[in-house]
């Protein structure tokens, strides 16, 4: 057997007349279904909606203690989701539509109102309300979702702007990785190259520098080898950061493995080196490989921007504070004076096409711009820096200044 629940309803009704009307019109039905409480002011149907839930409320609005739209109200915040039927005389039917705007489910004229007809209201009244309750609580639901979700994509977008950051970084350190590596490569390819070419010009009664440039080859070979394997780890492990290999160096060896490695240029171009050595120089911790790179390349520079026959210069000397000063000088055209400030930033382009060729060390031809960059790069690594003097037609010096002692920072690199 069908289960039918009893519904309750509150009638707020003062007239007790129009109470008796409501009370009769539900027993004419003969719905026995309903169980009616009726109070007659606002306060005490406000208390009733406090303490009990009713399945609907038939609601006069005017009322001992309120009036008009006011009385719904009033009501509507004791029971927000209980269904409303609002009682109204002939004359008040534009206030029960407001009230119907305002959230009412239906209204009815009094005198007017048959069980059948009332019975009806109440049924349609309260499925109404069932029906926009779960349409509010879904769209309550569906909100909270999209916040939720939009939520989720908002974190899902800083992710990807991180990840986006990560990677441009990467990328970054990649391209720098492979401008400083191929500028080194380069280096030792250029001694060789230079080597070559005096064992090419050797004099047979000389065989001493004949075997000095097979070593200085063989030796470089090797340091390019090394380099190469170096290169695939770093390219393997995905770790592109340039790190100093620090040792103990003693100044004057290194300058002495310049001169010769740069001697076959010097000799081709019919240039003269002088190394000057302050004399009881300091053991410096340095970067061999880098400083030797330093200043190898420009040494290389200052025989490329001389004319034939010039001299260039080397020097050491300690300097105040503990640091080492290394200059390379020469006589050759000098830094072009608007130049000057532009020279050490990377592929400094201010080269006429057609003197350029890289690798070529014959006078006045220039490479592709890095050489200085890098050196700066490697200078400052060690915390040092570089800069530059130039007598425009008579010669420049390029100086780099590194610090005796690293500091801690530079230590835990
Ligand atoms: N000793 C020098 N005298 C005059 N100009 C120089 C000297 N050294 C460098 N320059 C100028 O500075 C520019 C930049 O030098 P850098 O060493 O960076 O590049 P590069 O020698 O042209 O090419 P790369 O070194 O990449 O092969 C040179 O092209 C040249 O114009
Ligand atoms: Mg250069």
């Given at each position: 057997m069908l289960e039918v629940s009893v519904l309750k309803l509150l009638l707020v009704e003062d007239n007790p007349g129009d109470a008796r009307l409501i009370e009769e019109a539900l027993a004419d039905a003969g719905d026995d279904n309903f169980e009616l409480e009726h109070v007659e002011d606002l306060a005490s149907g406000g208390a009733c909606l406090d303490s009990v839930e009713y399945a609907l409320v038939l609601l006069d609005l005017d009322l001992p203690d309120s009036v008009g739209l006011e009385t719904f109200q009033q009501m509507r915040t004791h029971g927000p989701k209980t269904p409303f039927i609002v009682l109204t005389g002939l004359n008040d039917e534009g206030l029960a539509l407001k009230a119907v705007q305002l959230g009412a489910q239906d209204y009815l004229i009094k005198g007017e109102t048959d069980g059948h007809l009332l019975v009806r209201a109440i049924h349609y009244a309260i499925e109404r309300e069932q029906t926009q309750q779960k349409i509010k609580a879904l769209n309550a639901d569906l909100e909270r979702r999209v916040e939720e979700r939009t939520q989720e994509l908002a974190e899902a977008n800083r992710a990807l702007a991180h990840i986006n950051e990560e990677l441009r970084e990467l990328d970054r350190m990649k391209t720098s990785f492979i401008r400083v590596t191929s500028h080194e490569l380069n280096t030792p390819v250029t001694v060789i190259l230079g080597m070559l070419s005096l064992l090419e010009q050797?004099?047979?009664?000389?065989s001493n520098s004949w075997e000095r440039a097979l070593k200085v080859a063989r030796r470089r070979a090797t340091s390019l080898k090394d380099l190469v394997t170096r290169i695939l780890k770093i390219s393997q492990a995905g770790e592109y950061i340039q790190r100093l290999d620090r040792a103990d160096i003693n100044p004057e060896k290194l300058v002495r493995r310049v001169a010769s490695e740069a001697m076959p240029y010097i000799t081709l171009r019919g240039q003269t080196l002088e190394v000057e050595l302050t004399k009881e120089l300091p053991l410096v911790s340095m970067d061999f490989a880098k400083i030797l790179d330093v200043l190898l390349h420009l040494t290389m520079n200052a025989v490329k921007f001389t004319p034939d026959g010039g001299t260039i210069t080397i020097s050491v000397t300690p300097r105040d504070g503990a640091a080492l000063l290394f200059a390379v000088s020469d006589t050759?055209?000098?830094?072009q004076k608007e130049d000057v400030g532009h020279v050490?930033?990377?592929?400094?382009?201010?080269?006429d096409s057609e003197h350029h060729s890289s690798g070529d060390y014959e006078f006045g031809k220039r490479g592709i711009g890095l050489g200085l960059a890098i050196a700066k790069e490697f200078v400052e690594m060690h915390e040092g820096r570089i800069w530059l003097e130039s007598r425009p037609g008579k010669g420049s010096t390029v100086q780099f200044e590194l610090p005796a002692e690293p500091t801690e920072a530079a230590e835990a690199e």
């Open positions: 050797h004099d047979p009664e000389q050759g055209v000098g830094f050490f930033e990377e592929f400094f382009s201010s080269f």
